[in-house]
């Protein structure tokens, strides 16, 4: 019985573990070259919201949050800084809907990415978890709000298709050239089946070498002792 415990923790303990630690990039576009395409505003002090269409393959759930961008004449790698996160449903006009349907404050950890333009990688975990639908036009929003630092220009993956900006929520969107650079990171979670065939397999292991009481035999007529069951 011992023996069945441990496996059967075991087990439990390699599909939480899984379920904690797994990442998976659902959604990405990597910002492009500088000087082949250019930023976003997107400040809450300037004011001015930016918003880019995307739309993913399956249902995922949402945790955290890379971007790529810069501050005029501000290095703050290695430093923390504030954004707010919006997602947006698609209206009937193709843009981006008037209100959110998510809404996050997060604080972010800045790392400096390098290159001829001062450039930075932007990362923070939602404080809960978004799901999110396949197959269905969704915008995201992303904006500085820390006042303490100049305005937040989000860099583009293309000057090609069309994103959408305006001067503050709950004003009319406005046709921007180009797409923003983000990416996805949603729990990447194991089916409960493949669990649950393996504490049966271990189960299974467990009985078939479980001693069974009262047994007795000999080998070359010599008496055998039962062998004393784990304790």
């Keep these: 019985m011992r023996s069945l415990a441990i496996c ?10 899984s379920r904690a630690e797994a990442l998976a990039v659902v959604f990405e576009q990597l910002p492009a070259d500088p000087f082949t395409a250019g930023t976003f505003f997107s400040d809450a002090d300037q004011p001015r919201e930016a918003a880019t269409g995307f739309s993913l393959t399956s249902r995922a759930s949402i945790v955290s949050i890379v971007w790529w961008g810069g501050y005029s004449g501000l290095s703050p790698s290695g430093e923390s800084s504030d954004f707010v996160i919006r997602f947006y ?3 009937t006009g193709g843009g981006p809907a008037l ?9 972010t950890s800045v790392t400096d990415i390098g290159g ?6 932007f990362a923070a975990a939602l404080p809960v978890a978004l799901d999110l639908p396949g197959g269905v036009p969704l915008w995201l929003a992303i904006v500085d709000g820390d006042p303490t630092r100049p305005t937040f220009g989000w860099r583009k993956t293309t000057e090609a ?6 001067p503050a929520p709950g004003s009319g969107w406005e046709e921007a050239p180009g797409l923003a650079s983000f990416r996805l990171e949603a729990t990447a979670v194991p089916e409960p089946g493949t669990a649950l065939l393996a504490l049966l397999g271990f189960s299974l292991l467990g009985i078939g070498h479980r001693p069974l009481a009262g047994r007795s035999g000999s080998v070359s007529g010599t008496s055998r002792r039962n062998p004393t069951p784990d304790a």
Excluded: K, Q
């Excluded at 059967?8 to 573990?17: E, K, P, T």
């Design 8 to 17: 059967a923790g075991m087990v439990f303990c390699l599909f939480v573990a």
């Design 89 to 91: 449903a698609e209206d």
């Design 99 to 107: 209100t959110a349907f998510y809404e996050a404050a997060v604080s």
């Design 116 to 121: 001829i333009v001062p450039s930075f990688r």
């Design 161 to 166: 298709e069309t994103s959408y900006s305006r």
